[in-house]
């Protein structure tokens, strides 16, 4: 909603700004200017990545406009898990959540937080560790390596898409450029066959297409980018927080500390404060 927003307010001062100076808004009207500009950015896209990276970047650039999923509610939800399995784990052995963990969509403890099932990349990472625990051939060290080579390739697969549209928005002044040199190409060609009325008037286009270009990149697809980035840090903070909180369960703190390892490498607009994660962990426990 805020990525259309910000785009409505970049419309509105740009051109009713050209408006109020005395601009004509006819003359901004070039489609075009706008084929040559977006058809070369789109097709430059589409050369410079795989039909599989192209799919990725359609899906992160349609999720800018959806609503984050990773709210304070569900980390706490997430740690409140972690801490019902950590604390079967202390009581009844590691091998007593080997059925949590192999069919995590029929156990009562995943049960009881549907948010967190329904994420199935978030349970993945957390019962795949969880079943190294179980088998015990591992020492933590080794697990932090592992889990520490996971994140950098899902990091890398996550900003794959963020760099293509930022690549676009990089390249939308040039083919503004283009557009424009197109145009005057066009005005010189035209020099002795019009009126001086119509060759200011195909000028004028000719520099819209600079316009355009500089206007896309810089109020449109480079914030899109920069809100994908965000998102992409945001994706990441679950996994980060299952990370710490596992490992510190690892080295031998209880499941209190442990989930408490892992509340402190959240941000702090989603961070649930230590009294907030104790009452939830309480609440859901008697369920």
């Known amino acids: 909603m805020f990525v259309i ?11 009713g700004g050209f408006a109020l100076t005395g601009g004509h808004l006819s003359v901004l009207w070039q489609p075009i200017e706008v084929i040559i500009i977006c058809g070369g950015a789109i097709g ?14 359609g ?28 604390s079967k784990v202390r009581k009844e052995g590691l091998m007593s959540i080997e059925g949590d963990v192999e069919a995590p969509e029929e156990s009562p ?38 889990m520490d080579g996971e994140l950098e390739t899902h990091h890398q697969e996550a900003h794959a898409p963020q760099a293509a549209v930022q690549q676009v928005a990089d390249g939308l002044p040039a083919f503004g ?3 424009a040199v197109m145009g005057v190409v066009h005005v010189m060609g035209s020099v002795g066959q019009v009126s001086n009325a119509e060759l200011g008037n195909m000028i004028a286009a000719a520099l819209v297409g600079t316009f355009l270009g500089i206007l896309l990149a810089y109020g449109f697809v480079g914030p899109l980018a920069s809100v994908m980035n965000h998102k992409i840090s945001e994706s990441s903070k679950p996994f980060e927080c299952v990370k710490t909180t596992l490992l510190a369960s690892l080295n031998g703190y209880s499941p209190a500390l442990a989930v408490e390892f892992g509340r402190k490498v959240l941000y702090s607009t989603e961070r649930p ?11 859901t426990k008697g369920k």
């Open 5 to 15: 927003i910000g785009w409505v307010i970049v419309i509105v001062a740009v051109v």
């Open 44 to 57: 430059a896209l589409v050369v410079s990545n795989t039909t599989s990276l192209l799919k990725a970047t």
């Open 59 to 86: 899906k992160a650039a349609g999720a800018v406009f959806k609503a984050s999923h990773t709210t304070k509610a569900f980390y706490m939800s997430l740690m409140a898990l972690m801490f019902e399995i950590l």
């Open 109 to 146: 403890l995943f049960q009881k937080y549907p948010e967190i099932l329904h994420d199935h990349h978030i349970v993945e990472f957390m019962t795949d560790y969880l079943r190294l625990m179980v088998s015990g051939n591992l020492n933590p060290m080794e697990i932090e390596n592992l």
């Open 177 to 179: 450029i283009v557009a």
């Open 273 to 283: 404060s230590f009294a907030e994660l104790e009452e939830h962990v309480k609440s």
